[in-house]
């Protein structure tokens, strides 16, 4: 059988490990499958090259049936990626994988090719049957110089990594992926393909390469980095990449870094100001997904400047931002007129302007094309998958997209009466379009805010709805970035799957690489792994303050002297936090001086259990026991009315500090049955130091994840030093 093109073979090519179908038969399946469905999606027949019996195993001294290169000659190349595939002593790597990628480079259309749609994708299609370790990927994206995504049938539970089958309930699989709807993408994307090829217009496709990519875990030290950094610039040297200098920023270039100021209202209608708001807000999120921008100013840092008369100039400075966004807004009946210009403040310099005169009910696609035209006018590197992300529309539902955006107004000036409220808005958004999946993401941010530490629901009662709303907002889109979040943070907080986790985190920065929520909260992640240089470096580019990580650091290294002398502004402040790090640092006068001064001024902060548990602890350690024991009774009673602030996690933190030892793991054991999301604090806290001698400590440990993260991080590096 010939390809639908004069000169291949085959149209598609399907290359897998032998030890991936011989035990169930996974990839022969998959193959009839996709086979009926390219019947369906193609009028021409479509040849498709799968041998049943591959030669798995072989090696470079092995022979090598030379008919094999002639059936290389294809238009799609379809690797199964599993565990067993991504191996370079494998016959299906080095014969199959390597030698097309090599075949099709040099022939007539390239490894990749244009879409009628303007964007670029592959010949090569992986299908990804496994989650895959970091150095598997990583092996992957060296050949291709690209990152790994592909098409996933991969089937999730808790500690459960397998491959997708037909039968699978998509409402189980923690991926939300249903097989059949999978079949149907690799067709689509296969179709997409190859009608692209037989259009093709001799233009080479050409997609900018990011010289450094982040490693998908942050190196644990220093001296990592300045291996991995030697080590990459060895291979530019090697491969002669002497042209190094051209592709990073010439001398003198601005970093591009941007600030988006509030639309200003102009159509003399108040009740349009949460519009002109959300439009700068969406703005901004679009931007976030840049990656090579170098920063972009959240709207929290703008919203003061909200009718200010200073000059751009000294708002660049005090944002300390290249470039400035802004911009006015106006209706009349059902349109709107939008008018926006970029300039360079220092210079006064207008570099780009537009108006847009649309209905009004087309205002939900102009953040995004303002942010593609900013993008265009400040020459980024705006990827494929960049540009698809912010050009997705997101509800075709005028009502529902205001509703959301009104959620986001109230939430960004703290202007709504409870977070439940809010939460109901995006209900209401789901109603009018229960495809929106930005509205799903909202609303299971809502509820989850509902049971953090100032709130006064416990977080167990709320997560379990705020999973299903992530899961549905995945199931209408699955590049959507707050919807990950979500996914982390349950898997942090509640599952204590800390591997998943972290992927989720790393997925979510990696769509939204500006947003600075989704580096605070991978921070935090971090911390509780005591990756604390890590967390430190996610915090910075967060614009976040350190001091926790700083002192934390400090105290874990015994450095107690150098920790009290860098929290000396914090205790000139009195913040609440500050008390906390002196519980760490045993200075129980100054802990009792701010948590009592919180009390005083009646502080929120002193409603939560974690900071009655801290005075309570620093009242015990100046001898004023009467006073320590009518709080923790408090945290006792409350414990058996409500979970919301973990109080009895605190309760058995407070006796891990006072040395009850068995009191401890009664009240850390009821935290652990409980689904605390406090307990990932287990590995770090320095007030868990008295218990750390006990094996009920490691026990609980290994039940509450951190065990199998360790052996987790220790197999990577192990892999790292014997590559």
């Given at each position: 059988?010939?390809?639908?093109?004069?000169?291949?073979?085959?149209?598609?090519?399907?290359?897998?490990?032998?030890?991936?179908?011989?035990?169930?038969g996974w990839v022969t399946e998959f193959v009839d499958n996709l086979k009926g469905?390219?019947?369906?999606?193609?009028?021409?027949?479509?040849?498709?090259?799968?041998?049943?019996?591959?030669?798995?195993?072989?090696?470079?001294?092995?022979?090598?049936?030379?008919?094999?290169?002639?059936?290389?000659?294809?238009?799609?190349?379809?690797?199964?990626?599993?565990?067993?595939?991504?191996?370079?002593?494998?016959?299906?790597?080095?014969?199959?994988?390597?030698?097309?990628?090599?075949?099709?480079?040099?022939?007539?259309?390239?490894?990749?090719?244009?879409?009628?749609?303007?964007?670029?994708?592959?010949?090569?299609?992986?299908?990804?049957?496994?989650?895959?370790?970091?150095?598997?990927?990583?092996?992957?994206?060296?050949?291709?110089?690209?990152?790994?995504?592909?098409?996933?049938?991969?089937?999730?539970?808790?500690?459960?990594?397998?491959?997708?089958?037909?039968?699978?309930?998509?409402?189980?699989?923690?991926?939300?992926?249903?097989?059949?709807?999978?079949?149907?993408?690799?067709?689509?994307?296969?179709?997409?393909?190859?009608?692209?090829?037989?259009?093709?217009?001799?233009?080479?496709?050409?997609?900018?390469?990011?010289?450094?990519?982040?490693?998908?875990?942050?190196?644990?030290?220093?001296?990592?980095?300045?291996?991995?950094?030697?080590?990459?610039?060895?291979?530019?040297?090697?491969?002669?990449?002497?042209l190094l200098p051209k592709l990073l920023k010439s001398e003198g270039e601005p970093?591009?870094?941007?600030?988006?100021?509030?639309?200003?209202?102009?159509?003399?209608?108040?009740?349009?100001?949460?519009?002109?708001?959300?439009?700068?807000?969406?703005?901004?999120?679009?931007?976030?997904?840049?990656?090579?921008?170098?920063?972009?100013?959240?709207?929290?840092?703008?919203?003061?400047?909200?009718?200010?008369?200073?000059?751009?100039?000294?708002?660049?400075?005090?944002?300390?931002?290249?470039?400035?966004?802004?911009?006015?807004?106006?209706?009349?009946?059902?349109?709107?007129?939008?008018?926006?210009?970029?300039?360079?403040?220092?210079?006064?310099?207008?570099?780009?302007?537009?108006?847009?005169?649309?209905?009004?009910?087309?205002?939900?696609?102009?953040?995004?094309?303002?942010?593609?035209?900013?993008?265009?006018?400040?020459?980024?590197?705006?990827?494929?998958?960049?540009?698809?992300?912010?050009?997705?529309?997101?509800?075709?539902?005028?009502?529902?997209?205001?509703?959301?955006?009104?959620?986001?107004?109230?939430?960004?000036?703290?202007?709504?009466?409870?977070?439940?409220?809010?939460?109901?808005?995006?209900?209401?958004?789901?109603?009018?379009?229960?495809?929106?999946?930005?509205?799903?993401?909202?609303?299971?941010?809502?509820?989850?805010?509902?049971?953090?530490?100032?709130?006064?629901?416990?977080?167990?009662?709320?997560?379990?709805?705020?999973?299903?709303?992530?899961?549905?907002?995945?199931?209408?889109?699955?590049?959507?970035?707050?919807?990950?979040?979500?996914?982390?943070?349950?898997?942090?907080?509640?599952?204590?799957?800390?591997?998943?986790?972290?992927?989720?985190?790393?997925?979510?920065?990696?769509?939204?690489?500006?947003?600075?929520?989704?580096?605070?909260?991978?921070?935090?992640?971090?911390?509780?792994?005591?990756?604390?240089?890590?967390?430190?470096?996610?915090?910075?580019?967060?614009?976040?303050?350190?001091?926790?990580?700083?002192?934390?650091?400090?105290?874990?290294?015994?450095?107690?002297?150098?920790?009290?002398?860098?929290?000396?502004?914090?205790?000139?402040?009195?913040?609440?936090?500050?008390?906390?790090?002196?519980?760490?640092?045993?200075?129980?006068?100054?802990?009792?001086?701010?948590?009592?001064?919180?009390?005083?001024?009646?502080?929120?902060?002193?409603?939560?259990?974690?900071?009655?548990?801290?005075?309570?602890?620093?009242?015990?350690?100046?001898?004023?026991?009467?006073?320590?024991?009518?709080?923790?009774?408090?945290?006792?009673?409350?414990?058996?009315?409500?979970?919301?602030?973990?109080?009895?996690?605190?309760?058995?933190?407070?006796?891990?500090?006072?040395?009850?030892?068995?009191?401890?793991?009664?009240?850390?054991?009821?935290?652990?049955?409980?689904?605390?999301?406090?307990?990932?604090?287990?590995?770090?806290?320095?007030?868990?130091?008295?218990?750390?001698?006990?094996?009920?400590?490691?026990?609980?440990?290994?039940?509450?994840?951190?065990?199998?993260?360790?052996?987790?991080?220790?197999?990577?590096?192990?892999?790292?030093?014997?590559?």
């Amino acid at each position: 059988m010939s390809s639908l093109i004069e000169g291949y073979n085959y149209d598609i090519f399907i290359s897998y490990c032998q030890k991936d179908n011989k035990h169930d038969g996974w990839v022969t399946e998959f193959v009839d499958n996709l086979k009926g469905e390219l019947e369906s999606t193609f009028k021409e027949e479509i040849s498709v090259y799968f041998d049943i019996n591959p030669h798995d195993g072989l090696l470079e001294t092995h022979d090598v049936d030379e008919s094999l290169k002639e059936k290389l000659k294809c238009l799609v190349f379809i690797p199964i990626i599993s565990r067993t595939y991504c191996d370079q002593r494998s016959f299906a790597w080095e014969h199959e994988f390597i030698a097309f990628v090599e075949q099709a480079s040099k022939d007539q259309f390239g490894l990749k090719v244009k879409l009628p749609n303007g964007n670029v994708a592959g010949r090569v299609l992986p299908v990804r049957i496994y989650d895959l370790d970091d150095n598997d990927v990583r092996l992957y994206e060296s050949v291709l110089d690209t990152v790994l995504r592909g098409i996933e049938f991969i089937y999730r539970e808790p500690g459960v990594n397998r491959p997708l089958k037909p039968d699978d309930d998509e409402k189980i699989n923690l991926n939300r992926t249903k097989y059949r709807n999978q079949i149907n993408k690799t067709a689509n994307a296969v179709r997409d393909v190859i009608t692209a090829l037989e259009h093709y217009d001799h233009e080479p496709v050409t997609v900018a390469k990011d010289i450094f990519k982040p490693a998908s875990i942050p190196s644990e030290t220093g001296k990592t980095k300045i291996v991995t950094g030697s080590l990459i610039l060895l291979a530019l040297i090697v491969l002669g990449f002497f042209l190094l200098p051209k592709l990073l920023k010439s001398e003198g270039e601005p970093e591009k870094t941007i600030a988006v100021l509030l639309f200003q209202n102009y159509s003399g209608d108040p009740s349009q100001e949460y519009m002109c708001n959300g439009l700068t807000n969406e703005i901004i999120g679009h931007l976030y997904k840049i990656k090579s921008f170098d920063r972009v100013v959240p709207i929290d840092y703008v919203l003061p400047y909200r009718g200010t008369d200073k000059k751009p100039s000294r708002i660049a400075d005090e944002l300390k931002v290249n470039y400035i966004l802004s911009g006015n807004f106006n209706t009349t009946r059902d349109t709107v007129r939008i008018t926006a210009h970029l300039i360079d403040p220092r210079k006064d310099k207008i570099l780009w302007q537009n108006g847009f005169d649309q209905p009004y009910k087309r205002i939900i696609t102009i953040p995004a094309d303002i942010a593609t035209q900013i993008a265009d006018c400040l020459k980024t590197n705006l990827t494929a998958l960049e540009k698809q992300n912010i050009e997705r529309i997101p509800t075709t539902n005028l009502e529902a997209y205001q509703l959301i955006q009104q959620t986001k107004n109230q939430f960004n000036t703290r202007t709504y009466e409870s977070l439940n409220q809010l939460y109901d808005l995006s209900l209401k958004a789901i109603d009018l379009d229960p495809g929106y999946a930005d509205a799903y993401a909202g609303a299971g941010s809502m509820l989850i805010l509902t049971g953090t530490t100032f709130q006064h629901t416990a977080m167990q009662t709320v997560i379990e709805d705020a999973l299903k709303l992530w899961r549905k907002a995945l199931e209408l889109d699955q590049n959507n970035a707050s919807a990950h979040c979500g996914l982390a943070l349950y898997n942090d907080w509640i599952i204590w799957d800390y591997i998943r986790a972290e992927e989720e985190f790393l997925k979510a920065i990696e769509l939204s690489p500006n947003n600075q929520s989704f580096m605070k909260g991978y921070s935090e992640f971090l911390q509780k792994r005591n990756r604390l240089e890590d967390a430190r470096a996610y915090k910075v580019k967060a614009e976040d303050d350190p001091i926790r990580i700083d002192i934390l650091s400090l105290v874990l290294s015994g450095e107690k002297d150098e920790a009290h002398k860098y929290l000396n502004t914090y205790l000139q402040s009195k913040k609440i936090f500050a008390g906390e790090y002196f519980i760490w640092l045993e200075d129980y006068e100054a802990a009792k001086s701010i948590c009592e001064a919180a009390l005083q001024k009646k502080s929120q902060s002193m409603l939560a259990p974690r900071y009655q548990a801290c005075l309570a602890l620093a009242y015990y350690k100046t001898n004023d026991h009467h006073k320590a024991q009518m709080i923790i009774d408090q945290l006792i009673e409350k414990s058996d009315i409500s979970l919301a602030g973990s109080p009895e996690f605190y309760t058995g933190w407070y006796y891990s500090g006072i040395g009850k030892i068995d009191s401890a793991f009664y009240w850390l054991e009821k935290a652990y049955k409980n689904r605390c999301p406090e307990i990932p604090w287990l590995k770090v806290d320095p007030g868990f130091k008295n218990i750390r001698s006990d094996d009920r400590y490691w026990d609980l440990y290994e039940r509450a994840g951190h065990k199998a993260y360790d052996d987790y991080r220790a197999g990577l590096k192990r892999r790292k030093s014997n590559r």
